[in-house]
């Protein structure tokens, strides 16, 4: 008796040591737009993507919380869905991500691909919309000088990549041409495989860079998730869609069968940098620990 419990806890210990999220100095999370998971896993209009899919880790049982966008976004960061207007303007008081890596000592930057300016907090100006950046809602930021610097233009990302200045956390938001929400620049009409050719082109341009990076390959972790299915997926809320978890301690090639949804990421991400505390709904979620190497 005493060897069948024995043998059960180790059992137990070893699958609890399996499932651990590894520390990191750089985690990227890349929000891609409105496309199920049976619209770009094994689309031939998205090589890279799936090519990553292949390499890396796929989350096949990922699915959003809800229709619209916003409030998707707002999961990812603050762990609830505070609102499904697109169109909202308010400051949300709500404990968010932010205020979490600022407590542990961390470091972050949004990058979102044409935004204006550095601390822009204003109205959309096309193709960058506001509703797809949500750290620039949050009071944390609003109300501080210092943190609004943390809002920038997607082009300081190649620069900070290239010189060792990413932050711990980084938010990459593409532009409505590059998300695969919109066609792409130069275009008035197109066909869905245009706008997820243009989304792909996108990642292989930008993206390849950082997998590549030394620093990133000694122990990054690199998100990319849909922000909601098509229209018309409302499994689960918003959707069956696509998750990848790409780095040096991933699984290759794994496929992993859990139900995950926003919120997991979100308590991935912060487990990943070390923080022990979460918000909203990250603090009951699963970190997404069966993806990585014990």
Known sequence: MKRIVLTTLLLTLSTFAAAQVPRSNHVVL???????????????AMPYFNSLASTYALATQFYANTHPSIGNYFMLTTGNLI?????????????????????????????????????????????????HFPVSFFSDVVHSSVQRLNLVPFSHFPSDLANGHLPDFSLVIPN?????????????????????HAADNWLKLHIAPLIANPAFKTDGI??????????GDNAHGGGHVAALIIGPKVRRGFKSTR?????????????????????????????MADVFHP
Request: charged fraction near 15%.
């Open 30 to 44: 890349v929000v891609e737009e409105n496309h199920s998971l049976s619209q770009v896993i094994g689309n031939p």
């Open 222 to 231: 690199l998100i990319i998730v849909f922000d909601e299915g098509r229209s």
């Open 83 to 131: 609102t499904n207007n697109d169109f909202t303007t308010a400051t949300v008081t709500a404990d968010n991500i932010v205020r979490h890596l600022l407590s542990a000592g961390k470091t972050w930057k949004g990058y979102a691909e044409s935004l204006p300016a550095t601390g822009y907090l204003g109205p959309d100006v096309f193709p960058y919309v506001r509703r």
């Open 176 to 196: 409505l041409q590059d998300d695969a929400h919109n066609c792409p620049a130069g275009l008035v009409t197109c066909s869905d495989a245009q706008i997820l």
């Open 259 to 287: 139900f995950y949804q926003h919120q997991n990421v979100l308590r991935t991400v912060l487990v990943a940098l070390g923080t022990r505390t979460f918000p909203g709904a990250a603090a009951v979620a699963a970190p």
